[in-house]
């Protein structure tokens, strides 16, 4: 059985691999996973400088899911390229760093910073829904999505994902967008802006009143997304949102992912990506598939 995938010409050993931001640069959860068995490791986003993140609390459990306002706190490129690096170079895994920023400026500092680094691709954050300047002022915006992804890939020497807001009218908008300014993959959905309320102090359960809802309560509207964003671009797609088993994972594939990256699962069952990559690999046992590529958007039209 073939479980490689290949997107924008780097090859996968399968198709599983991490949602940024919830499993640190990897370091954190080596001693619960073998990391060699990841198709990629995806890294925490990173910034140009460190950045201290939101006010707390910034973390709030809701149903089938969380919400999180950490505000990309993260040490900055400098640090990075020292320490996070080299711990993945010892790994056989694919290394595919998310990059953040407030201005293209700095999205571009930091591109052309991991340029002659040991790094497979590059999955640039114009999503994130707690960030007030950048993030998702880029992402919800055609003309803005377009026009960072085309300088992004002036300085980018890895193959570009550009990672798509789910807090739009029309996702194929902007993945068509994001196509027309070259990116090579695109990947979906980041968290969708959400708000909670404890009753009995009357205040808002995170210092920046909103936050990012990921985990199970989010799966199907990540579906449907992939789906929909599968029939408008000609670029691979990596699914993501609420991902906790291999049925979920399998659900985004066939809807039209090549990859999926698993996120909030990882908190509550840290082996979550080697039990969804075995998982696969029954189905497909199961069911006398030989090439994963036979699922890929394998859905009865
Ligand atoms: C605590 C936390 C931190 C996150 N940090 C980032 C980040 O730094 N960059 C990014 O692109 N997405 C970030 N995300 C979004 C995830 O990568 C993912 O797109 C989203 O959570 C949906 O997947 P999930 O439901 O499996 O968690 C973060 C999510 C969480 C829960």
């Known amino acids: ?16 691999m991490t949602a940024s ?28 400088v460190p950045w201290e993140g ?32 080299p711990f993945l170079m010892k790994y056989d895994t694919k290394i595919i ?13 930091v591109v052309r910073r991991l340029a002659g680094q040991p790094v497979d691709m590059l999955e640039i954050n114009i999503s994130c829904p707690n960030v007030k300047e ?23 020497k890895q193959p570009v994902i550009m ?6 009218t029309d996702i194929t908008e902007m993945a068509r967008a994001a196509e027309a300014g070259g990116a090579d993959a695109l990947s979906l959905i980041n968290t969708i802006t959400g708000m909670k ?12 009143k909103t936050g990012g809802l990921s985990g199970p309560a989010i799966h199907p509207v990540a579906v449907r997304m992939v789906y929909e964003t599968a029939h408008a671009v000609n670029i691979p797609i990596i699914g993501m949102g609420g991902v906790s088993t291999a049925e979920d ?22 082996t979550a990506t080697v039990e969804i990559v075995e998982g696969i690999l029954e189905y497909m046992e199961e069911y006398g598939v030989k090439d994963i590529a036979e699922l890929v958007g394998g859905v009865d039209q």
Not at 28 to 46: H, I, P, W
Not at 69 to 81: D, E, H, K, R, S
Not at 163 to 168: R, W, Y
Not at 197 to 207: E, K, T
């Open 97 to 109: 760093v998310n990059v953040c920023g407030k201005t293209t400026e700095d999205y571009c500092e």
């Open 249 to 270: 994972a399998l659900e985004l594939i066939l809807a039209g992912a090549t990859a999926v990256s698993v996120g909030t699962a990882n908190f509550h069952n840290p």
């Open 54 to 85: 939101n006010p707390t609390p910034r973390i709030a459990e809701t149903y089938g899911g969380m919400l999180n306002a950490v505000g990309l706190q993260n040490p900055g490129i400098g640090l990075f390229v020292e320490r996070d690096i």
């Open 163 to 168: 990672k798509l807001s789910p807090n739009v």
């Open 197 to 208: 309320i404890d009753i009995h102090r009357r205040a808002f359960a995170l210092a920046n």
């Open 21 to 48: 931001g919830t499993f640190g640069s990897g370091a954190e959860y080596a001693e619960f996973v073998d990391l060699n068995r990841l198709g990629a490791v995806v890294t925490k986003g990173v910034s140009s």
């Open 134 to 156: 950048g993030g998702i002022a880029f992402g919800q915006d055609p003309k803005a999505v377009e026009e960072i992804t085309k300088e992004v890939k002036k300085y980018a």
């Open 1 to 16: 059985m073939n479980t490689k995938v290949k997107l924008a010409g780097v090859t996968l050993k399968n198709p599983v």
